[in-house]
């Protein structure tokens, strides 16, 4: 068995409307014409009969050929989905005790993301003692976000939670389109 979904519009047998707006294959209005006479004029081209807006007072039909128009409109779509970007969320993990070096290093790695328009959050985790010293960790993750906020807009601010301290940034609009 083929199942089918239902189609978006009514064609040829299926229009129910005693009259129909006519416009021909090549986009040209024909006019108000009887829907046996609109149908006759399709059948001649070896076309179909579409309905476009069933809701218009006649509704209005279009000489087409139906499953091109269906095969262009997929291929619409799918170039849509293709130009799409998904953003996603990276996460970059800093400790309490990283080096200058280090920190240069995953700043690198955090323009790149943002340039590839994704989300970055930006974690850090006390173990043990550190937890003492949470201030100065928040202090360090702000001042890293100095060095990125040419790049970068703040979506999330730097927030403490238990052992963990974690801010949430995303590309400035001039740098995503680049």
Not at 2 to 30: C, M, W, Y
Not at 131 to 142: C, N, Q
């Amino acid at each position: 068995m083929d199942f089918q979904k239902p189609s978006l519009h009514k064609i040829n047998g299926q229009i129910t409307a005693k009259e129909v707006r006519l416009i021909g294959a090549a986009g040209e209005q024909i006019g108000i014409l009887s829907l046996s006479e609109a149908l006759k004029r399709a059948e001649e081209s070896e076309l179909d009969l579409v309905e476009i807006s069933p809701t218009a007072q006649p509704p209005v039909c279009k000489i087409m050929d139906y499953r091109k128009f269906l095969f262009e409109k997929k291929k619409k779509e799918k170039e849509a989905r293709k130009k799409q970007k998904v953003s996603q969320l990276k996460e970059i993990k800093l400790s309490a005790k990283i080096s200058d070096h280090d920190l240069q290093h995953k700043r690198e790695h955090i323009i790149k993301f943002l340039a590839d328009g994704d989300k970055v959050k930006i974690s850090m985790r006390f173990r043990g003692r550190e937890r003492m010293y949470a201030d100065k960790g928040i202090e360090l993750m702000k001042n890293f976000y100095n060095t990125l906020s040419e790049y970068a807009d703040i979506e999330q601010d730097v927030k403490l939670d238990g052992a963990n301290v974690s801010m949430c940034i995303i590309p400035k609009k001039q740098q995503q389109k680049k």
